[in-house]
């Protein structure tokens, strides 16, 4: 009798906010590997604003998830078959794979990571897509100044909060947006930002903002949209930087999003705004992660993670990102390491 699986697929496509209605679970059989793949059993399972863009059938960078099949994200499993040369039993991996327990895939899909080297966590964080967007979008988009001063919403997220050390480390003044007063404490004391506001309960955000950033902002790394983002339009320095990483402030709207127009202040400030996404600079993923981790060693970036215990907990750790439950990067533990 074959070993039985579980998987989560999407039941169907969220209108507004999403609930525990758009998950279903599904038992099935585990698929032996063939040549060339492998057998993971998942460990760590990342759960991600972006996602949500995903369970939407509109037009996109990447294509949606389909109603009634399996979703999938970043992974961190271990090799419990191989039927591969270069994976064997025991070897930690991370890949794009199904929200299941037990993934059956091509070895070439995955890439070996090191758990001495780092907690295994940490390659879906600070050493994996998080780490590396912070990286090439600050540094290749916002291409920071010593002196200048960077502002950072969803500060406290997984890619916010390493996104401000980043600027630290590269001499900028960096004021960061986060929801609670918890976030703000703790970008300021434990990750060395030189200011932080509560947007949820300053006064008003374009007079905080002015207040912190004197001399105006130039470079803003724009996780969230909306009217945190129109504010800090206001203050863009000639010639300011926005890469544009995430507009989670709009994912779960129904009314179309509107606000001020764009155009009149990028003109005004002659300011570049970019979107990108981490896939973008692939073939410089190993140059990242390399940088990453020797700030990691020398002590010049910190993380935090939330971690959420047991696979049926994977959509309320997703749902809970909404709410701006997660310090750092949210992430479902699945099970321990047997190798």
Same mark, same amino acid.
């Given at each position: 009798?074959?070993?039985?699986?579980?998987?989560?697929? $999407?039941?169907?496509?969220?209108?507004?906010?999403?609930?525990?209605?758009?998950?279903?679970?599904?038992?099935?059989?585990?698929?032996?590997?063939?040549?060339?793949?492998?057998?993971?059993?998942?460990?760590?399972?990342?759960?991600?604003?972006?996602?949500?863009?995903?369970?939407?059938? @509109?037009?996109?960078?990447?294509?949606?998830?389909?109603?009634?099949?399996?979703?999938?994200?970043?992974?961190?499993?271990?090799?419990?078959?191989?039927?591969?040369?270069?994976? @064997?039993?025991?070897?930690?991996?991370?890949?794009?794979?199904?929200?299941?327990?037990?993934?059956?895939?091509?070895?070439?899909?995955?890439?070996?990571?090191?758990?001495?080297?780092?907690?295994?966590?940490?390659?879906?964080?600070?050493?994996?897509?998080?780490?590396?967007?912070?990286?090439?979008?600050?540094?290749?988009?916002?291409?920071?100044?010593?002196?200048?001063?960077?502002?950072?919403?969803?500060?406290?997220?997984?890619?916010?909060?390493?996104?401000?050390?980043?600027?630290?480390?590269?001499?900028?003044?960096?004021?960061?947006?986060?929801?609670?007063?918890?976030?703000?404490?703790?970008?300021?004391?434990? $990750?060395?930002?030189?200011?932080?506001?509560?947007?949820?309960?300053?006064?008003?955000?374009?007079?905080? $903002?002015?207040?912190?950033?004197?001399?105006?902002?130039?470079?803003?790394?724009?996780?969230?949209?909306?009217?945190?983002?129109?504010?800090?339009?206001?203050?863009?320095?000639? #010639?300011?930087?926005?890469?544009?990483?995430?507009?989670?402030?709009?994912?779960?709207?129904?009314?179309?999003?509107?606000?001020?127009?764009? @155009?009149?202040?990028?003109?005004?400030?002659?300011?570049?705004?970019?979107?990108?996404?981490?896939?973008? #600079?692939?073939?410089?993923?190993?140059?990242?992660?390399?940088?990453?981790?020797?700030?990691?060693?020398?002590?010049?970036?910190?993380?935090?993670?939330?971690?959420?215990?047991?696979?049926? @907990?994977?959509?309320?750790?997703?749902?809970?990102?909404?709410?701006?439950?997660?310090?750092?990067?949210?992430?479902?533990?699945?099970?321990?390491?047997?190798?």
């Amino acid at each position: 009798m074959p070993e039985q699986n579980e998987q989560i697929l $999407l039941a169907k496509r969220p209108e507004g906010m999403p609930t525990e209605a758009n998950f279903t679970y599904e038992q099935i059989e585990v698929k032996p590997p063939q040549k060339g793949e492998v057998l993971v059993r998942s460990l760590y399972i990342s759960v991600d604003p972006y996602m949500r863009g995903r369970m939407s059938d @509109q037009k996109s960078y990447v294509e949606p998830f389909k109603v009634d099949e399996v979703i999938s994200g970043g992974v961190v499993g271990e090799v419990v078959e191989s039927e591969d040369d270069e994976l @064997q039993v025991g070897d930690k991996v991370f890949g794009m794979l199904g929200w299941r327990r037990l993934n059956t895939v091509p070895a070439s899909q995955l890439r070996k990571v090191d758990g001495e080297r780092a907690p295994l966590s940490a390659y879906l964080g600070a050493l994996g897509l998080t780490g590396l967007t912070a990286y090439f979008g600050f540094m290749e988009i916002g291409k920071p100044k010593k002196g200048e001063t960077v502002v950072v919403s969803g500060a406290a997220g997984a890619v916010g909060m390493i996104v401000g050390q980043i600027a630290k480390n590269q001499g900028a003044h960096v004021v960061g947006i986060a929801g609670s007063d918890e976030k703000v404490d703790y970008i300021v004391n434990e $990750l060395g930002f030189d200011a932080g506001i509560n947007y949820k309960t300053v006064e008003n955000i374009q007079d905080a $903002l002015f207040g912190l950033c004197p001399n105006g902002v130039d470079v803003y790394f724009d996780n969230v949209g909306g009217e945190i983002s129109d504010a800090v339009l206001n203050l863009l320095n000639s #010639f300011a930087r926005i890469p544009l990483c995430g507009a989670i402030s709009s994912y779960n709207r129904t009314d179309g999003d509107l606000g001020p127009r764009v @155009q009149t202040k990028l003109l005004k400030s002659r300011a570049l705004m970019q979107a990108f996404i981490v896939g973008d #600079f692939a073939e410089r993923f190993p140059e990242g992660i390399k940088q990453l981790g020797a700030w990691l060693a020398e002590g010049k970036l910190k993380y935090e993670e939330t971690i959420t215990e047991g696979f049926d @907990q994977i959509p309320e750790a997703f749902l809970g990102l909404f709410e701006g439950n997660n310090l750092g990067k949210q992430l479902v533990k699945v099970a321990d390491p047997k190798y």
